[in-house]
């Protein structure tokens, strides 16, 4: 089967849009101006679908709409254009249905009568030139016990004529099959993939990731999205996701929660991590003790090379974290003893994996204290080309660490990670022209 999963057969060309997904899309140059990301339809009689487009996503947080009059070809792992693209940022109409982000996982009734099925594809077929329709789904049958719990069943293909309810809106409709279609996003692009999800579908597919995915989405998405979010879940699967994020980010996304809210999350998440929390809140905004993670790399004198990488290897770990190493006295949980100096990750490659940390020490970068002001972190970290930097307080003890993403976003306007593509490229341009 070709990537874009095309069937040749009496009834025209049929292709299956959630291998589709993903594909590329190409000018008559042979040049790729995008991928599909999701395809565009309105329903019209009964449950006929016309398909009227794709989104394609042209660049990072940029998705256009490409109308089908302007494809020339729909090819195996390709498909092909007229060259010309509508820059314009892709907006959703109100009858217009995205098919990978709303009718995945829909359950929809058989018409003969032999129950629900949840919807895992969709097809769309070509009747003529420039002309496709949604003519067939691929579903699994939902089978309910005595007891209530839902169970799946065989899969098997229907044409749309052969079900009901496709255009009912669930509230309750899972994401299983959209969550499988995003599971190789990086955590910044399903961010943006969610935020330009209907709110009961972000919802959806917030209730199906795991407590570790979801936190590093969280820590992506902008504060209306990511409020929503934790409002809409359970509070004790919201503090479990709460414990998993960084301290920094967690600390930012309880402050902005209804007091109420934030107390009682508070008290459901593990003591340690509340703890952190509750301190990262104590700090004046714009400073480094409100930007600093408490959970660096952190190890004693007597920590070998061999120990320093095979930390820094952890998924975990941020990338802008990964690059050093703190050396402290014990504790070595923060606040930690007296700290000593920073490894470098270069400098650690250089050597033998038995050294010791303590005897490769950069003593010469400066340490910030919680209460230093942004402005002060910044030409810090632009001076020695750093990623990280060490946050002591006056005693000498390490309370934490303030990274260069954490500083970006604090710099960046508030609501950077909402900002439509048009605003970008007005930015952009006006960035050039000055």
Sequence with gaps: MSIASIELGTKGRRVYIGKLAGTSVFDPLGDQVGKIHDVVVIFRLKSEANVIGFVVEVGPRKRVFLPLTRVTAIESGSVITTGLLNIRSFTQRPIETLVVSELFDRVVTMNDGSGQVRILDVAMRQRRPKDWVISTLHVQRVRTSSLGFTRSGETLTVDVSEVSGLL???????ATAL?????????????????????????AVAQQLTDARLADVLEEL????????????????????????QPDDAADLVGELPDAQAQSL??????????????????????????????????GPNATVAQMLAAVRREDIPASLATVAFIARPPQETPTGQYLGMVHIQRALR?????????????????VEPNAHIATVTRLLATYNLTVLPVVDEDGHLHGAVSVDDVLDELLPEDWRDFDDDVTDRMMARSIDG
């Design 168 to 174: 009912k809106t669930d509230s309750n409709q899972a």
């Design 222 to 245: 902008g504060n209306d999205d990511r409020i929503a979010i934790v409002s809409g879940l359970s509070a004790t699967r919201a503090a479990d996701v709460l414990d998993v994020m």
């Design 179 to 203: 969550v499988q279609y995003t599971e190789d996003m990086r955590p910044a692009d399903l961010a943006d993939f969610i935020h330009s999800l209907p709110q009961d579908r972000k919802m």
């Design 266 to 299: 508070l008290a459901l998440m593990e003591p340690e991590e509340a703890e952190d929390v509750r301190r990262l809140m104590t700090y004046d905004e714009s400073t480094a003790g409100s930007l600093m993670t408490t959970e660096p790399v952190i190890f």
């Design 351 to 367: 050597e033998p994996p038995q050294t010791l940390l303590g005897t490769i020490l950069d003593r010469d970068i400066e340490a």
